[in-house]
Each structure stands twice: as C-alpha cells, then as structure tokens.
C-alpha cells in the first residue's frame, strides 16, 4: 500500500477528463483578486455594523492616517481657521452699506413717521418715555453707529452704516466714550427749538440714572452738521452735565484721511425732540434743568416774605425789542406798576432778554412769580422760575387765524415744566394785510408785528393773577426752593 501523502488530494474535473489534481489547502493566500474580493466584505460588513455617523466624521476619519506627528494637525487646523476668519472680517468691512442722513424720499414729511433722518432705522419707545436710537444694542443687534462726512449744506451727501465692532468699514476712526447725536428740525440758536432737541438727551440721561455724560456732541439740522450752540443752551447743557461741551465737525487729524468714516463706541440718536414722554417725565427734566441752573449760577435762597412778613411776589415784565414788541412800553409798564401797587408784597421788574447773560437770566426767574411777556423765544425761560409760578402772553394781531398749533409751545411748556398759563391777550388791532384776513399770505404782514395794549383789560387781568399768586403763597404752594430747585441738593440724579 503506498504510503500517504500530507497533502491533500482532490480530484476536479477538466476537460481533459477526470485525473487527480493535488490543491494547497490555502490557496486564497497566492490569489491577489481573492484576497480583494473578501477584503472588501469585510469592510462592507464593518461599515454596516458600526454606529452611523456623518460624512463629515467618515471623512474625519479618512483624514488621520495623513497626519501622523503630534503638532501638524493642530498647526494646520489653526492656520485655516485664523485665514477663514480674516476673510470673513473683511467681507463684513467690504459689506458696511452707507445711506445718506437725509432721506429726500420723505422730505415732503420730513416730521412724520420715523423722519427723514436715518430713515432706514426705528426708535426705541417704551411709554412714557423718550424715543431714542442707542448703539449698540439689541435692537441694532450688537452692532456700531458709523458717520461718513461734514457738508454743511445738502444733508443727503452725509452717510450713516451700522457695522459690527470687530469689522469697522476700511480706514475708519473709532471713538470711544458717549456720544450724543441730535438731529433738528429747526435750529440751535433759537433757545425754544434748541431747547426741544436737548430735552429727549437730559430725559435719556435721567432713565438711566445719570450714570454717564456725553463726551461729544454731533449736530445736524436736515442731516447738515453744524457745530455751534446758541451760548444760552450752550451754558445750559454745561451746567445740566458739568462740564463744556465738546461739539465736533469731524476734523481729521494731519494725516488722516478727510472722507473716512467715525465710528461710536457709544452713541445715542435723538430725532422726535419731547415726542412720546409723559408729563411726569417732562416735569422731571424741567426741574433737574431747573436745579442745575440754579447751582451752576450760584442762586442762593432768597427771603418768601417782607418785613412784615407779608409774602413776596416778584411781577416781571420780560421785553422784546423790535420784532413783536410792545408798541407803547412805557404806557404798558405803567399799567402794570398801578396792578402790582394794589397788591401787598408785590415787587415789578422790567427786563430786557437781549442783554442778558445766561446767568443772569436765571437770577432774573428765580425772582419771578408772574412772568409777562410777548409771544417769543425768551419765555423758554419760564422754566427757571420756581413750579406753580404764572405766565401771561401777548400776541399781535393775526396769529389766531394763522399762526397755527405753533402759537401754542409757550401753553405747552408751561404744562410741562408745572408753571401756569394764565392765558393770552391778541392784539384786535394793527396793520392792514393787503388780501383777506383769513389768506395765509397774511400771516407775513402779522407775524413780526408790534402789539397795542388796553389799558383796563391789561390792568384788571393783573391784578386777578397777582392776587391769584398771593392767595397760593400764602398757603404754602409757592415755595421758593433756591439754588436746588427740586429741593435736593443733589437736583435728584
């Protein structure tokens, strides 16, 4: 019997017919297309197998085997972050959109809405207060007021942008601490209309606890910079924030370039003046513009009674020169003197508003009961005299029908800062228009006329008010508060 041989014998048919053929029993290891065929089942039935996960993770996974030493991947990795980052800053800075300040699409309604000045954006109104833009904040999602340019003319040729803080647009200027950025209608000079734009900023710095006071000033009348105050609200809002105000027209320093644009750290936006505040808020402003005034000048307590110890009123008759102005003074003075007589404690006053100091001004209504005046700018002042106190207005001939709700700011402020209107006397009298009294055309001829008097009406209604103001001090209504105004040393903020 032959031996037996330790391989295998397996006999396969052929073509050739049937003859034994000896086979190794691992062949599958000296067959290069075999050993791919069962690889790949592995891998299918692995991949089938394992948790599911993203492509992105496969492709994670894929990535390794290429970077084998310690700190390549990290290097690499930060390297394409840091440039991932700094291309998308740049579109950011690239993608800063700057609008013209004055929206001519609205100029026909420049007042209405949310105005024509940065009309792309909307205020922050919560009852009862003033309506504001801040920056930044949530509304304008984190991101910083910018400025491009200083015309002094045309409005729609300066730009404003929003622009995050870490992509500020190319070769911008940042500028830290406040800024307050007002915007009017009308003009800074007139101490009425300068006054409405500055009250929203004092009624902003009261809400939040008058934590801060601006750094800089931008001013713009139709989107056009201006960079003067008139000197009397330029002291009152030096006197309100302690210190004088830095309005700024943009000027580059050498080198700089003229037309690059000036972002805020921080920057609040005023554009409705008093709109939307309640009368508690008003009167809240009024005595904090009051009290620092007051402390600014050095008003000091003066004395409620005589030496008899009758209360003391002071009857100021506050004149106008030229424009609106009484057309016989003296005649008018002298009725007033004979009003005041008649009354115990009364003390008259006559006073010029053209040629007074700021300071003085203040003095002047710290000693006032019962303003009397001609309709015009200087009975702003009316606030700074004591609350409760009277005003009594004189207008020529013709604004009733013509002047419009603006004939109405001295009844209001009057209301707002706590002080009463005792009403308005109209000229019956004075010149002719040369057209129908009621055609607007008219308003011309009257609007800068000079007032006549009546003896008895102007006499009479004196003394009604000055025994009206001595009966309410003599129940303690009328107190004099000195140099605070609201009684707090501190004017309350």
């Given amino acids: 019997m032959a031996k037996a041989s330790s391989e295998s014998r397996t006999t396969i048919p052929t073509s050739y017919g049937k003859y034994p053929r000896r086979i190794p029993s691992f062949m599958f290891l000296h067959s290069p297309k075999l050993f791919v065929y069962l690889l ?61 300040l004055k929206d001519l699409r609205y100029s026909s309604k420049a007042l ?111 989107g056009e ?14 006197a309100t924030f302690g210190e004088r105000l830095n309005i700024e027209n943009f000027q580059k320093t050498e080198g700089e370039n003229q037309t690059s644009p000036t972002c805020f750290a921080k920057s609040v936006v005023m554009r ?36 008899t110890g009758v209360p003391i009123i002071g009857m100021t008759l506050f004149m106008r020169t030229g424009p609106r102005s009484f057309k016989n003074e003296s005649a008018v003075i002298g009725i007033f003197q004979k009003a005041c007589r008649k009354v115990e404690g009364c003390r008259l006053g006559v006073a010029y508003a053209n040629n007074l100091s700021f300071c003085e001004q203040v003095k002047l209504m710290s000693l006032t009961d019962v303003l009397v005046s001609p309709h015009g700018a200087q ?17 020529p001939k013709g604004w009733l029908k013509l002047a419009g709700i603006g004939q109405y700011v001295y009844h209001w402020i009057a209301s707002w800062s706590g002080m009463n209107h005792c009403g308005a006397w109209r000229d019956p009298g004075g010149e002719r228009c040369p057209f129908a009294e009621d055609d607007r055309r008219c308003m011309s001829v009257y609007k800068n006329a000079r007032i006549g008097h009546n003896e008895s009406y102007f006499y009479e209604w004196g003394r009604n008010v000055l025994r009206d103001v001595k009966l ?12 605070s105004g609201s009684g707090s040393g501190s004017c309350g903020c």
């Fill in 40 to 100: 790949a089942m592995i891998t299918i039935l692995f991949i089938l197998q394992a948790p599911p996960s993203t492509s992105w993770d496969f492709m994670h996974q894929w990535e390794k085997p290429f970077f084998t030493t310690k700190s390549t991947p990290q290097v690499l990795q930060h390297y394409n972050c840091s440039q991932e980052l700094k291309s998308m800053v740049s579109k950011l800075q690239e993608a800063v959109t700057f609008l013209p």
């Fill in 112 to 222: 209405q809405g949310h105005t024509w000045f940065m009309s792309s954006m909307f205020d922050t109104h919560e009852k009862g207060e003033v309506q504001y833009q801040e920056f930044p904040s949530k509304a304008s999602k984190g991101r910083l007021l910018c400025l491009k340019g200083r015309d002094t003319h045309d409005g729609s040729w300066n730009l404003y942008a929003l622009a995050w803080p870490q992509a500020l647009p190319p070769n911008a200027t940042l500028k830290k601490g406040l800024t307050f950025i007002s915007y009017n209608h009308y003009n800074y000079d007139n101490i009425w209309h300068g006054l409405s734009s500055m009250v929203p900023f004092i009624a902003w710095h009261i809400k939040n606890r008058c934590s801060n006071s601006p750094t800089r000033w931008f001013l713009y009348h139709w």
């Fill in 225 to 238: 910079l201006r960079t003067t105050m008139g000197p009397w609200l330029s002291s009152l809002m030096q």
């Fill in 472 to 483: 309410r001090k003599g129940q303690g209504v009328l107190k004099k508060s000195g140099s």
């Fill in 379 to 395: 009975l702003t002042n009316m606030f700074l005299m004591d609350r409760n106190s009277s005003v009594m207005e004189f207008f």
């Fill in 272 to 307: 409705h003046n008093e709109g939307g505040m309640s009368r508690e808020r008003r009167l809240q402003v009024y005595d904090l513009l009051r009290c620092k005034a007051r402390i600014f000048c050095n008003v000091t307590t003066i004395s409620e009674v005589n030496e």
